[in-house]
């Protein structure tokens, strides 16, 4: 079981770029009809993803399993970890959004929940700019991210430049 409940480390970025895609179409049709059941798609799509990665993720199957292998790109491996992170951002904010619209019926505060999640996805899919990795690696620099979760990003954004050798 706990293989299975485990997160890819290193992650691939071009899936992860398209995996954000889809969520930007998600969450803009969502914001555009308001269709609740889409709603619960997208919090289950996060929660199984940072659960398990995309092994149970309906969108994560299709982009790792046929759309990422069809295309002519080389994959980019980046840390997990991060990504893992950003995951249950979305994952927090989309079942923040679903306890709002569908329990307490405070539709203004979903909306904005998930135009949230709409403005760091396309920041992922179209930038390459992951949110929750900078959030991460910042959360890393200020300690309350132990260097043990991710070393590879502890040896990328922990880094301190050399002080200047004195002669």
Do not use: H, W
């Amino acid at each position: 079981m706990r293989s299975f409940l485990s997160f890819p480390d290193p992650v691939n970025e071009v899936a992860a770029r398209l995996v954000a895609g889809g969520v930007v179409a998600m969450t803009a049709v969502f914001l555009i009809t308001g269709n609740d059941l889409l709603l619960l798609v997208i919090a289950y799509g996060f929660l199984a993803r940072v659960l398990a990665g995309p092994k149970i993720s309906p969108l994560g199957l299709l982009v790792t399993r046929i759309i990422e292998p069809a295309l002519p790109i080389q994959p980019r491996l980046t840390p997990g970890p991060p990504k893992r992170f950003a995951q249950g951002i979305g994952a927090t904010l989309s079942l923040a959004a679903v306890v709002s619209y569908l329990v307490l019926g405070v539709t203004p505060l979903a909306y904005v929940l998930v135009a949230a999640i709409l403005v760091a996805a396309s920041l992922e899919a179209f930038v390459g700019f992951c949110l929750g990795c900078t959030i991460f690696g910042l959360l890393m620099r200020m300690g309350l991210i132990p260097e043990s979760v991710c070393e590879a990003c502890a040896d990328i954004s922990l880094r301190r430049p050399s002080a200047p050798a004195r002669g």
